[in-house]
């Protein structure tokens, strides 16, 4: 007798159906959908951000160039003649001074923060030495403590050394305001940078120094520049520390208001007789420069901030 024979599936037959989907099966199309409600919600989000950022600015803008009655009368209405001529009134009544004063002090804050915050969480990230960890947490403590909390013992340390209402005075006081937030990310940075780098510097005979300058210091050019900029615009708008440390001491004393007092003060002198347009267009001077250095330089704050992360 001959063997049973066995049955087999057609080559050509129609295709078995899928296993039934359980609980834990996720659909490939369920998966699609739940991108596109994801991205909805974050553009819609987005959106509504731009929103809130632009209409401001765009008040702003607009109200440098109105009436005290157009700004009363419509919030967002077009002006009627948009002179130019309200931002040279606006200088003129001081608002060169303050830019100036400010400039002036940034020039010198924003270097000597970078300098010696990159140098000191250099030595933290790089050597192993007694107390390393408990330096560092010292800076980090310092991004924690509020400065409210210091302007009395600042104002009479400032006054013990005659730095107040001086541009240097308040320019060191920057410094060591926003060291704290440098060591910290530059610390992050340092730790990321190939130490076989480092070695080879050390074993071509160049000095620790040398090696931070010319080796590890270039290589750290994208978070530079992101914390650069963030020290910029901390210390652009910081309010608080110049209304404390530079007040006239005397009669003789010159004023040397930075931006963000000077519109106070501004505002301050136009007492019932207010020029609206004038303000505006003050706060439109003191608005434009930052954001032209962030649009700038945007690019590169991104990949400042991520470098550290993809390496």
Do not use: C
């Not at 060591?183 to 071509?204: C, G, K, S, Y």
């Not at 530079?224 to 708008?237: A, K, P």
């Not at 963000?260 to 303000?279: H, K, W």
């Amino acid at each position: 007798m001959s063997a049973p024979l066995k049955e087999t599936a057609p080559t050509g037959g129609p295709t078995p159906p899928p296993p039934p989907v359980g609980k834990g099966t996720v659909r490939p199309g369920d998966r699609r959908g739940e991108g596109v409600v994801l991205n909805v919600f974050s553009h819609g989000f987005l959106a509504v951000w731009a929103v809130l950022i632009v209409l401001p600015l765009l008040w702003l803008v607009l109200g440098s160039f109105k009436t005290d009655t157009q700004i009363g009368g419509s919030a967002f209405g077009w002006p009627r003649n948009w002179d130019p001529d309200v931002f040279s009134r606006a200088w003129e009544k001081g608002i060169g001074d303050y830019f100036t004063s400010t400039v002036i002090v940034l020039v010198m804050s924003v270097p000597l923060t970078m300098l010696f915050g990159s140098m000191a969480a250099y030595v933290l990230a790089r050597y192993e030495f007694r107390g390393n960890r408990l330096l560092y947490y010292f800076f980090v403590a310092g991004a924690m403590f509020p400065v409210f909390l210091a302007l009395v013992p600042l104002f009479f340390m400032v006054q013990r050394l005659d730095m107040l209402n001086t541009y240097h005075g308040l320019a060191l006081v920057y410094v060591a305001y926003s060291m704290p937030f440098t060591v910290f990310f530059m610390h992050a940075f340092f730790r990321t940078l190939p130490t076989a780098v480092f070695e080879a510097a050390i074993l071509d005979g160049a000095s620790h120094t040398r090696t931070f300058f010319q080796v590890m210091l270039p290589m750290a050019k994208p978070g530079l520049l992101s914390v650069g900029i963030f020290n910029t615009l901390g210390q652009w708008n910081q309010y608080i520390l110049p209304t404390v440390l530079m007040q006239p001491q005397s009669g003789d004393d010159p004023e040397r208001y930075v931006l963000t007092q000077g519109l106070i003060q501004l505002q301050q002198q136009q007492g019932y007789a207010s020029d609206l347009p004038v303000l505006f267009a003050g706060v439109t001077i003191a608005m434009v420069p930052m954001l032209v250095v962030y649009l700038s330089f945007q690019r590169q704050v991104q990949a400042g901030l991520t470098s550290a992360t993809l390496k």
